[in-house]
Each structure stands twice: as C-alpha cells, then as structure tokens.
T-cell receptor, first 114, second 114 residues
Framework: NAGVTQTPKFRVLKTGQSMTLLCAQD?????MYWYRQDPGMGLRLIHY???????AKGEVPDGYNVSRLKKQNFLLGLESAAPSQTSVYFC?????????????FGPGTRLTVL | DAKTTQPPSMDCAEGRAANLPCNHS???????VYWYRQIHSQGPQYIIH???NNETNEMASLIITEDRKSSTLILPHATLRDTAVYYC???????????????FGQGTTLQVKP
C-alpha cells in the first residue's frame, strides 16, 4: 500500500494563479482532510470530507475549494492564489471518525505564492 | 473539543525515558486523548490514543490520570530519531456529528540528545 500520496510535492505560484493539489489514498478510507501548516505553527483544518461526493468547511476554508468525486481522491483548489496561502499542505485520511481511528497523513505539498 | 496545554520544549538523553505531559482539564466524558508526532516537517504520525485506561503499544505508553484532566506520553527508551514535535489532541469518539477533525496546538518540541 502506498498509503496517502500528495501531488505535487513542491510548487511556486504567482499571485492570482490557480492550481489544484491532489490527495490520493489506497486504504479505502471514508474520511479525508486537508490541513495547512504555517511556519512554527500546528496544522489547521481547511476542508474535510466524510464520504464520496460530500465536503465540508473546516477552520480556515476561505480561498480554497475542494471536491471528492471518487472515494480515493480529495482535491484542493486555489482559484486565485495569494501570498497568505504560502504554506505546507497536508492531506489525511481515516476509516471512521472519532475514537479508535487514527488519521494517516501524506508527506505534504510545499506551496510558495509570490 | 477540549483545549490542551503542553510545554513548548523538552530535552531528553538518548536511551532514557521521555515523559511528555499534557493538560486537558476541560475534557468531556466522550473525548479521547490522541498523540501524534511530526518529524522534521514530515506529515504527522499517529502514536497512541486512550479514553480512560492506560495504553501501551510498540511505540509508547499513555498514562491518563483518574480524573482525566491530564495525561503523559512515555517513550521508554528515546533515540535520536524520536526528536520531533509531539501533539496532544483531544477529540470526540465515534458518534453522530463527529467528523474526526483534529485540532492541533503548537505541541512540544522534544530534543533527544546523545
């Protein structure tokens, strides 16, 4: 099993450009999450999904959109990138929500917006 | 979700036990204590979780006080590879409305020294 993979690993954007980050998991997990981590900070939840075709907002959703068309994939989109979105983005998945279900994290995507 | 308080940093000698404390005085009866760690900007890694009883796995032990207001993560024989940021997170168990999202604080930076 590859676990949770993220594409791309690194990206540099100019202000106003758009891009999509791809998260894929091969563990048949229902729940998927997108977090961002700024330097010296803990992770903050952007959006999450409790199943195929469903998405919901997390703590810091502004400026991002997501889609979960297939169970194994969770896409994070930036329509018009801003320097404030420079961060490391982590995707995670879990089988069920709550006690007894660990989240598995991907290696991260390092995004710089100039 | 209950808030957690952790010391910002700790040192430990290689081969000795590392004891990482966490306060969660507002924890409710159906909330679990989870520990994750993040090694050098990699994706966070699940370590262990518990509800009321002490727990042990191949990585660590989790000691939860009887009143559940605090807990301690124990790495029995710390190695240099255990140098990481350790996050104590309180989150709901399984049940309606629980999305499994994790609220990360700033964690404890554990430095294991030779």
């Amino acid at each position: 099993n590859a676990g949770v993979t993220q594409t791309p690993k690194f990206r540099v954007l100019k202000t106003g450009q758009s891009m999509t980050l791809l998260c894929a998991q091969d563990m048949n997990h229902e729940y998927m999450y997108w977090y961002r981590q700024d330097p010296g900070m803990g992770l903050r939840l952007i959006h999450y999904s409790v199943g195929e075709g469903t998405t919901a907002k997390g703590e810091v959703p502004d400026g991002y959109n997501v889609s979960r068309l297939k169970k194994q994939n969770f896409l994070l989109g930036l329509e018009s990138a801003a320097p404030s979105q420079t961060s490391v983005y982590f995707c995670a998945s879990s089988f069920l929500a709550g006690g007894g279900n660990e989240q598995f994290f991907g290696p991260g995507t390092r995004l710089t917006v100039l | 979700d209950a808030k957690t308080t952790q010391p910002p940093s700790m040192d430990c000698a290689e081969g000795r036990a590392a004891n990482l404390p966490c306060n969660h005085s507002t924890i409710s009866g159906n909330e679990y204590v989870y520990w994750y760690r993040q090694i050098h900007s990699q994706g966070p890694q699940y370590i262990i979780h518990g509800l009321k009883n002490n727990e042990t796995n191949e990585m660590a032990s989790l000691i939860i006080t009887e009143d559940r207001k605090s807990s301690t993560l124990i790495l029995p024989h710390a190695t240099l590879r255990d140098t990481a940021v350790y996050y104590c997170i309180v989150t709901l168990g399984r049940g309606s409305g629980n999305t499994g999202k994790l609220i990360f604080g700033q964690g404890t930076t554990l430095q294991v020294k030779p």
